[in-house]
C-alpha cells in the first residue's frame, strides 16, 4: 500500500508489498539522545563488516574449484592479488558477522583527541583551515598505507602447494587515493583581491573546422544556447601561456565579502596558431614536481577477535595470491598512496609581473598576469598527481570551508558539515538568485554518496540512540536535529535551519545555553557538532522486522555459457565467496541453473545430494518449493559447496542454445518475495526465450549510428516495457539484481540494464570473455559484491533551505513518490545525483542548507537513520561562484547528464551539448569576471580551467564515440548513472604512466605517479606503457621494445610471442617485481580488481590503446590544442 505521508514522519512510513507490522521487537529505553556504546550495537559497515570473528582472510582461498573446472587450463594471469585494496573496503576479518545484542545506551561524552587526526610530517593543513590548536596536536592512529604490493593471483587450483595455517593479511584503510591535489597549487595564486592568471592569445589563421563532425546546431546544451562557428582569422599574436605566481599565498579561510576579493582566480592562455602546438617532447613534464612525505604506519599483525563495535574503522579485501609465484615480505612500514590528480605548481622558470586592469570591469578588477612569447604544449593545463595527504575540516569560525578535489587524498574532521565524501555541492557558495545562477551556466547539484568509506585516520561515524521517543525533528519539514538548528529562549525553543519553523525542545532533551548561545552540551552530543550522525530507527520507522541477509544465485548454463568456461568460473567464484558473508542465522542462500528451463535446488535435504527440480514453463513461472529453495547458509554449506562443484559437469554436454533470462530472473524474484534480498544472476548470451526474450539489434544499431540515423539513440532503450515493470515490482518487494554479463556476442544491455538501474543493482559487463583471464576478476567482483559495505530496503530523501526545492534525482533507485527514493540496496560505490531549482532568494551571507537522510537495515538486522548535512554560505557576486566553484563534481554532473541524454538525443546533439555547455560557463567568466579586455586572450577560471580538457575527453570517449559497440556503449550509460565522482574523471581521462623504465624512476613516492600525457607524441616504439582507467588496465607494446625488457616482464624475446590473453606473472627481477607493485598499487587505488588487456601496435588492440590518447587530432574530432582554440574563438563569437 503506498501512502504521500513522508517517509520519515513520525507516524509509520507507507505500507511495503510484503511487508507485516512488526510485533515482536521491542524497542530501548535509554537516556535520551545518547549514542550507543561502543559495546553494543556496530556502526554499520564499521569494520569489515568489519570486526567480525571468524578466521582472517587468508591470501589462499581455503577451497580449490572443482578439477577441470575451468576447461581452458590454469587460469594464472589475472586472479586475485595477494595485496588488498587501498580504499578502506574491507573484507570481513575473522568473526561471525552477527549482531551483537542492544546494550543500554551511555552517556554521550565529546570524543577523545586520540581519535582525531593528527597532522604529522606527512599530513599537511589543507588551505583554508586555520591552526586547529592543541586538540589536533594530539597524535593519533596513523594513516595506514596499503600492505606491500604482492604479485598477481587467482582463484586457487587444486593445485596449490599451501597447505596449513596461512598468514593474516593486514587490513586496510584509506580512501581511494590514486588522485589529485587542489586545482590550482596556492603558490601559483596571487592575493585574494583578484584573480591570478595566465594567457593564451589568439587571432591568427584558425580553422574552420567544427571540433566534431559538423557545427553545433542551435539545441541548447544543460545551459545556455550555441552559437554559429564563424571561420577563424587573422594572424596570432606570440604570447606566453601559463605564467604562474611564485609568490606563496596565504590561504582562504571562509566564505569573502565583496570587499575581499576582487574576482576568483583565473587562468589565460596566449599562444601561436594551431601549427605551433604540435613540437615534440623535450624534456619531462613532470620532472620538477615536488614529493611530499606520506604516512608510514606498522601493519596489522593480528586478525580482529571480537565483532565490529562503535568506533571502528574499515580495513581493506586481501585477495588470494597465484599458485607458483614467491610472495614478497611485507615491510615493516608502508607508504601511504598519492593521489592520482592535480594540478603542478608554478614552473620555476616562470615570473608574473601584475598587468594593470582592463578598463570597464573596475568592480571585478584585480591582477593579471604578462605572457610569453611562445606556447609549449607541455604546459597547457593538464591534471598531474601528487602523494601528499591533505588534513581539511569541514568548517572554521562559523564558516564552511571549500573542499579538496574529490580526487585528492585527504583526511576530514567533521566540524559541522559532513564529509564531502559523503555529499558533495557542484557549488561551495550558493547563489542568492536562480537569474545569478543561470548567468554562471554552472550546475547546482549535490552528489550523494551516503555509505562513502571513510579514512582509516577520520573520527567514526557516532550512533545515537533517543529510545522510544526517536530522534528530534522539526514539526514542519520533517528535518532532523543538526548541529545548524539554533536553539533560543534559554534552550526552550529552537528554529528549524531549512524551514525556518520554531519548534519546542522535548522537555527530556532541555538544556541551558551558554555564553555563546549555544546549548552546553552541544560538544558532548554529537548530532548538535558534528555534520553526519546515524540515529537508531524505532518501531514506527518500520513496517516488518528487519529483513535478514539473503543472497540467491542464479548461472547461466546454456551450450554458450558452458563451452566457452563462464559457468565453470562463475560456480568457482561463488564457492570461493561463501566465506565473505555475514555469519549466522541471519544470513540466507538459495541457487538455481537456467538454459531453456529453470532448476530449482532443495538445499534442506543435510546429509544427501541436493535434490532437482525443474520449472519447464518460461511463460508463467512458478517456485516449486517456498520453503527449502532459500536457507539459511549454516544449514546447507556443505551441500551448497558440492552441488556448485557438481554443475559444471552435470552440464557439461548440454546441448541447449537457448536462454529463459527473463524467466529465470522472475523465478529468483518469487522465490526471494516473501523476505526481499539479492539476486545474483550470470548471464553470458541474449535472452532469447520465455517471459522478456530479445532479438539482436546490434547489426541494425551499427548501421543507424555510422549513417548518423536520427532515431539511433532508441536503440539505447529497452526493447520493450517488460523488465522494466518487472523490475518496479522487484523494487516493491525491496529484491536487488546484480547481474555478471559473461558475454562473447551481443546481449542487449540497453534492455537488461533496466534491472539492476531500478532495483539499485549494478551490471558487470566481461567482453569478450575469456576463461584465462577473467575469472579472477569474476571472482573478486563478486566477493566485493557480498561483502563490501551495504544496506538494504532503503528510503532516502534530501532537503534543502526556504528558496531551493529538489527538481530530479539520478542514479540507480526505484522512485514512486516525488520526494522520495526507494533502494532494494543501496552500497559504499553508489552515488546518487540530486539537482535542485529555485523557487525564492537568498539573502547575502545567509547560508543554504542540505539535509539527506537515509532509512536502512545493516546487514546485522539494524534499522538506522543516516543523517547527513550540509551548510554553505550564500553570495550575489558571480565571481564568487568561479573561485568556490567544484570541478570534480561539476564534471561528474555533466557525465551523468550526458549518459541520460543518450537515450533520448543523438551522439552528435550530446556531443554538441556538453561542448556548447563548456563554453557557455567560460564565457560568462570572460564577460562578467575576467579583466582582460584583449580579445587575443582565453581566459579560465582557475577552479576550472581543466574543464575543456575534460570536456574534449568527453566527447572522445565510448559512450559518445560513433564506433562503438551499442552494448559497450549502453554499458557505458549504466555504469556512469551511479558512479562516485572520485571515478569519473579517470573513465574518461584515464592515467598512463612507462613501465620499460620503472627501474629507473625514482622511488620516493609512488610509481604510478609519474604520469604522461595522453597523446601519442608521447608514446615510442621502444617503450612499453601502461593505462587504466577505474574498469581496464591496458598494457601496450611497442614493436621495437627490447628483447630484454620482453624477457624480464614477459618472459618472452619478442613482441610476436605475446599472447593477447594476458597472463602476467612475476619473475624474479626487479623490473617485474616493479611492475607487479605498480598494477597492485593501482588496483588498490581504484579499489578495483582492474582486467588486465594486452595491445600490440599495428593489430586491432593497438588500435584500442590510441583510441585513448583523446589529446590527439582524429578524424572526427580536434586535438587538444586545436579544442582550445575552438572554445576562445566561441567565446569571442559570443563576446561579439
Not at 570481513?92 to 546494550?103: G, I, R, T, W, Y
Not at 565579502?257 to 617532447?281: C, D, H, K, N, R
Not at 573596475?362 to 601528487?386: C, E, F, H, Y
Not at 616482464?1049 to 594476458?1062: W, Y
Request: charged residues 15%.
Amino acid at each position: 500500500m503506498e501512502s504521500t505521508s513522508p517517509p520519515f514522519a513520525l507516524g509509520p512510513p507507507r505500507q511495503r508489498p510484503g511487508m507485516v507490522p512488526n510485533a515482536t521487537s521491542v524497542p530501548q529505553t535509554p537516556q535520551i539522545g545518547q549514542p550507543m556504546a561502543s559495546s553494543s550495537i556496530p556502526p554499520p559497515f564499521a569494520t569489515a563488516f568489519l570486526g567480525s570473528s571468524r578466521p582472517a582472510p587468508t591470501p589462499f582461498a581455503s577451497r580449490p574449484p572443482p578439477p577441470g573446472a575451468i576447461p581452458q587450463g590454469p587460469i594464472a594471469s589475472n586472479g586475485p592479488p595477494n595485496s588488498g585494496f587501498i580504499a578502506p573496503r574491507a573484507f570481513p576479518p575473522p568473526s561471525a558477522q552477527q549482531a551483537p545484542a542492544l546494550a543500554a545506551s551511555s552517556s554521550i561524552r565529546a570524543p577523545p583527541p586520540s581519535v582525531a587526526p593528527t597532522q604529522g610530517s606527512g599530513l599537511r593543513q589543507y588551505p583554508g583551515s586555520p591552526p586547529s590548536g592543541a586538540s589536533m596536536a594530539a597524535a593519533a592512529s596513523p594513516f595506514m598505507g596499503p600492505p606491500a604490493s604482492q604479485q598477481f593471483g587467482r582463484p586457487p587450483t587444486s593445485q596449490s602447494p599451501f597447505s596449513g595455517p596461512l598468514a593474516p593479511q593486514l587490513p586496510f584503510a584509506g580512501p581511494p587515493s590514486s588522485q589529485r591535489p587542489l586545482v590550482g597549487s596556492m603558490n601559483s595564486q596571487l592575493p585574494l583581491a583578484g584573480p591570478a592568471t595566465s594567457q593564451l592569445s589568439f587571432g591568427g589563421p584558425l580553422s574552420s573546422q567544427s571540433p566534431f563532425a559538423g557545427p553545433p546546431t542551435s539545441q541548447a546544451p544543460f545551459a545556455g544556447t550555441p552559437t554559429s562557428q564563424p571561420p577563424f582569422t587573422g594572424q596570432p599574436t606570440l604570447q606566453r601561456p601559463f605564467a604562474r605566481s611564485t609568490t606563496p599565498q596565504p590561504p582562504f579561510a571562509g566564505p569573502p565579502t565583496s570587499q575581499q576579493f576582487g574576482g576568483p582566480p583565473t587562468q589565460t592562455f596566449t599562444g601561436p596558431p594551431i601549427s605551433q602546438f604540435v613540437s615534440p617532447l623535450t624534456s619531462q613534464p613532470y620532472s620538477s614536481r615536488p614529493s611530499s612525505p606520506s604516512y608510514m604506519a606498522t601493519p596489522y599483525s593480528q586478525p580482529f577477535s571480537k565483532p565490529p563495535t562503535v568506533g571502528t574503522t574499515f580495513a581493506s579485501p586481501v585477495w588470494p595470491s597465484q599458485p607458483g609465484q614467491v610472495v614478497p615480505s611485507l615491510p615493516g612500514n608502508v607508504q601511504a598512496p598519492p593521489r592520482m590528480f592535480g594540478v603542478p605548481p608554478g614552473m620555476p622558470s616562470q615570473q608574473i609581473p601584475p598587468v594593470p586592469p582592463a578598463m570597464g570591469h573596475s568592480a571585478l578588477a584585480g591582477p593579471q598576469v604578462s605572457t610569453q612569447s611562445k606556447i609549449d604544449p607541455n604546459q597547457i593545463p593538464r591534471p598531474l598527481p601528487s602523494s601528499s595527504i591533505t588534513l581539511f575540516e569541514t568548517r572554521q569560525g562559523n564558516q564552511a570551508n571549500v573542499p579538496p578535489p574529490a580526487t585528492s587524498n585527504f583526511v576530514v574532521k567533521d566540524n559541522g558539515n559532513s564529509s564531502p565524501r559523503l555529499m558533495r555541492c557542484t557549488l561551495n557558495q550558493i547563489p542568492c538568485t536562480g537569474d545569478l545562477l543561470a548567468t554562471s551556466g554552472m550546475p547546482l547539484t549535490l552528489m550523494v554518496q551516503p555509505l562513502a568509506l571513510p579514512h582509516q585516520s577520520e573520527e567514526p561515524i557516532q550512533v545515537v540512540d533517543f529510545g522510544e521517543s526517536g530522534p528530534i525533528r522539526c514539526s514542519r519539514c520533517k528535518s532532523y536535529i543538526n548541529a545548524f538548528m539554533r536553539f533560543t529562549d534559554h534552550g526552550q525553543k529552537f528554529i528549524c535551519n531549512l524551514c525556518g519553523f520554531t519548534n519546542e525542545t522535548p522537555r527530556d532533551y532541555y538544556c541551558n545555553l551558554g555564553p555563546d548561545g549555544r546549548r552546553r552540551d552541544a560538544d558532548e552530543r554529537p548530532e548538535l557538532c558534528k555534520g553526519t550522525v546515524e540515529f537508531v530507527a524505532t518501531k514506527e520507522y518500520m513496517v516488518r522486522d528487519p529483513m535478514p541477509a539473503v543472497f540467491f544465485f542464479l548461472i547461466d548454463v546454456s551450450l554458450n555459457a558452458v563451452q566457452t568456461g563462464a559457468t565453470a568460473a562463475a560456480c568457482s567464484a561463488i564457492s570461493q565467496s561463501l566465506a565473505d558473508l555475514p555469519d549466522g542465522p541471519r544470513t540466507m542462500v538459495g541457487i538455481a541453473t537456467f538454459d531453456c528451463s529453470i532448476h530449482f535446488y532443495n538445499l534442506r535435504r543435510a546429509s544427501q545430494q541436493p535434490l532437482m527440480l525443474i520449472v519447464p514453463d518460461v511463460h508463467d513461472v512458478y517456485t516449486p518449493l517456498h520453503t527449502d529453495v532459500v536457507v539459511p547458509l549454516t544449514e546447507c554449506r556443505q551441500s551448497f559447496e558440492q552441488l556448485l562443484e557438481s554443475i559444471p559437469s552435470l552440464f557439461e554436454n548440454n546441448k541447449v542454445a537457448d536462454s529463459a533470462f527473463g524467466a529465470a530472473v522472475k523465478a529468483g524474484f518469487l522465490a526471494l518475495k516473501p523476505t526481499g534480498g539479492k539476486l545474483l544472476v550470470f548471464q553470458s548470451v541474449l535472452p532469447s526465450i520465455g517471459i522478456a526474450s530479445l532479438s539482436s539489434r546490434e547489426a541494425e544499431g551499427r548501421t543507424n549510428i555510422s549513417a548518423g540515423d536520427k532515431e539511433a539513440h532508441k536503440l539505447f532503450q529497452p526493447a520493450d516495457k517488460t523488465l522494466k515493470t518487472m523490475a518496479i515490482e522487484f523494487a516493491e518487494h525491496q529484491v536487488c539484481v546484480d547481474i555478471f554479463i559473461t558475454a562473447q556476442t551481443f546481449v542487449d544491455i540497453a534492455s537488461i540494464s533496466v534491472v539492476p538501474g531500478t532495483t539499485g543493482g549494478q551490471v558487470y559487463y566481461y567482453y569478450p570473455f575469456s576463461a584465462v583471464s577473467d575469472p579472477g576478476k569474476l571472482y573478486n567482483d563478486l566477493r566485493w559484491n557480498l561483502s563490501r559495505p551495504q544496506g538494504f530496503e532503503a528510503v532516502m530523501r534530501v532537503r534543502c533551505s526556504q528558496g531551493l526545492q529538489v527538481q530530479e534525482y539520478a542514479g540507480s533507485f526505484c522512485k514512486r513518490i516525488p520526494t522520495d527514493i526507494d533502494l532494494p540496496a543501496i552500497d559504499c560505490d553508489k552515488t546518487i545525483m540530486v539537482t535542485f531549482k529555485y523557487d525564492d532568494k537568498f539573502q547575502e551571507n545567509s547560508e543554504c542548507a542540505f539535509q539527506c537522510a537515509l532509512l536502512y537495515t545493516t546487514v546485522y538486522g539494524q534499522r538506522r537513520i543516516k543523517v547527513i548535512n550540509l551548510s554553505l554560505p550564500c553570495t550575489s557576486m558571480l565571481s564568487n561562484l568561479f573561485r568556490t566553484a567544484d570541478l570534480d563534481t561539476q564534471f561528474a554532473c555533466i557525465l551523468k547528464q550526458a549518459a541520460s541524454s543518450i537515450l533520448v538525443n543523438s551522439l552528435s546533439q550530446v556531443r554538441e551539448q556538453i561542448i556548447n555547455l563548456c563554453i557557455n560557463i567560460l564565457h560568462a567568466y570572460r564577460k562578467f569576471c575576467a579583466t582582460v579586455s584583449s580579445s587575443g586572450q582565453l581566459i579560465l577560471p582557475e577552479a576550472l580551467k581543466l574543464l575543456p580538457l575534460y570536456t574534449l575527453a568527453l566527447v572522445k570517449s565510448i559512450g559518445l564515440r560513433n564506433d562503438g559497440r551499442l552494448d559497450d556503449r549502453c554499458y557505458w550509460v549504466s555504469h556512469v548513472m551511479s558512479l562516485s565522482i572520485s571515478l569519473a574523471i579517470p573513465l574518461v581521462y584515464p592515467r598512463m604512466i612507462s613501465i620499460h623504465d620503472l627501474t629507473e624512476k625514482e622511488n620516493d613516492g609512488s610509481l604510478s605517479s609519474s604520469t604522461i600525457p595522453l597523446s601519442s607524441e608521447h608514446i615510442n616504439d621502444d617503450g612499453i606503457y601502461l593505462l587504466e582507467n577505474g574498469e581496464d588496465c591496458l598494457i601496450y607494446v611497442g614493436n621495437m621494445v627490447n628483447p630484454d625488457t620482453l624477457q624480464k616482464l614477459f618472459g618472452v624475446t619478442s613482441v610476436d610471442g605475446l599472447s593477447t590473453q594476458l597472463v602476467l606473472q612475476q619473475f624474479d627481477n626487479d623490473l617485474s617485481e616493479k611492475l607487479s607493485d605498480v598494477i597492485n598499487e593501482i588496483r588498490q587505488q581504484r579499489c578495483s580488481y582492474l582486467r588486465l588487456r594486452l595491445c600490440r601496435k599495428g593489430d586491432p588492440t593497438g588500435t584500442h590503446f590510441l583510441s585513448y590518447m583523446v589529446e590527439d587530432k582524429t578524424p572526427g574530432g580536434l586535438s587538444y590544442v586545436e579544442f582550445l582554440v575552438h572554445v576562445h574563438r566561441q567565446i569571442q563569437t559570443k563576446m561579439a
